[in-house]
């Protein structure tokens, strides 16, 4: 990679960064294109995130995506927010528009649909109940997609009871467990769903053998997030879905 007076900045904004394999995944399609750009780690804390997204036009960015922990935050901060990132409430992508306002979307719901749809083709929203295995901006994401695709039965597994209670609230699903019930919440389940992140806490949770599982985190693997009595039937890594968002109708370069 090759930077010059020329080259179009944008990054991925969290706390921490230094997992994402984000700006490796960047460089390499920027290159392989032949692409005068650079995509660079941007580490913010979550009291500093409002100044440093204000500070992408002042150093010249072109704008950034998200991660763990300012997804949701970021969506009061920007100066316009899509309609389904505001659904979802959260937001992946920030765009500096040319008079230095920040435009939000989120990608991830697009990512997580077609990544689904490419995965296994003969899934139906009938076919069962879905369990997402966390509440955070990603969980938000796959949640509306579910819920969009027609899934009437959507159970959210995660911690700390009160944040999925938020979530089912705000899209109108209305099962949820902590992990010491998760057992349960997996029984006759069609579909896992589980956002991981570095530093995620390695939690013993077995799957139905019948059941798709779909990762949102590339870190999933190396993390054993989802361990026990698994039986892989269907695995999608988070450089599937990753890859799906870039044709997202609201992802712009």
Not at 1 to 22: C, D, E, F, N, Q
Not at 47 to 73: S, V, W
Not at 209 to 227: I, M, N, P, Q, Y
Request: net charge positive; proline share 7%.
């Amino acid at each position: 990679m090759k930077i010059a007076g020329t080259t179009r900045l944008a990054g991925i904004m969290g706390w921490p960064v230094a997992h994402s394999r984000s700006p490796l995944v960047h460089g390499f399609w920027l290159d392989e294109t032949g692409t005068d750009g650079a995509y660079v780690p941007l580490p913010a804390r979550p009291e500093h995130i409002e100044r440093a997204l204000r500070a992408l036009p002042i150093l010249g960015f072109r704008g950034c995506n998200l991660t763990i922990p300012h997804k949701q935050t970021a969506l009061h901060i920007a100066d316009r927010v899509e309609p389904s990132a505001r659904r979802i409430g959260a937001v992946n992508t920030i765009i500096v528009a040319p008079d230095g306002t920040l435009d939000a979307s989120n990608t991830d719901m697009f990512g997580f649909s077609e990544n689904l749809r490419e995965a296994v083709p003969e899934w139906q929203p009938a076919a069962g109940p879905a369990v997402v295995l966390g509440a955070g901006g990603s969980a938000r994401a796959v949640v509306a997609a579910l819920t969009n695709a027609g899934v009437t039965e959507i159970r959210i597994v995660n911690r700390t009871l009160s944040r999925a209670e938020i979530v089912a609230r705000d899209l109108e699903t209305s099962y949820i467990a902590n992990p010491a019930g998760c057992q349960n919440s997996l029984g006759g389940a069609a579909i896992t769903q589980a956002p991981t992140f570095a530093g995620a806490s390695v939690l013993p949770i077995p799957r139905p053998r019948r059941a798709s599982r779909f990762d949102s985190g590339l870190t999933s693997a190396r993390l054993g997030l989802v361990r026990g009595q698994i039986v892989h039937v269907e695995a999608c890594s988070r450089l599937d879905f990753f890859g799906h968002q870039h044709f997202a109708p609201n992802a712009r370069a």
